[in-house]
């Protein structure tokens, strides 16, 4: 029987890993703004997703430094997600 109203169970997504980790531990929010990032770049070209993303993990990490606060584990994630990637030759 399926319940619903107040005492109904609510699914929830569960976070998947970012589709280019370089980092072992991905935290939850991370996942979560990459994933909203790419959502709302599917219309856009996949490098104005990252930019999109570079954009957002800069004002994260700017507004923390402004604060006088440590950068939390999940920025640099970002940070270091939507950083440049080093060619090969």
Do not use: C
């Amino acid at each position: 029987m399926k319940h619903s109203g107040a005492n109904a169970t609510r699914r929830t997504k569960t976070p998947r890993p970012l589709a280019t980790t370089r980092t072992e531990a991905t935290s939850p929010k991370a996942t979560e703004i990459v994933d909203l990032v790419h959502a709302l770049s599917t219309d856009l070209g996949s490098e104005d997703g990252v930019a999109v993303g570079r954009g957002i993990a800069d004002l994260l990490a700017d507004s923390y430094r402004v604060q006088g606060l440590r950068l939390p584990r999940w920025v640099k994630q970002l940070a270091t997600h939507y950083a440049p990637k080093k060619r090969s030759r």
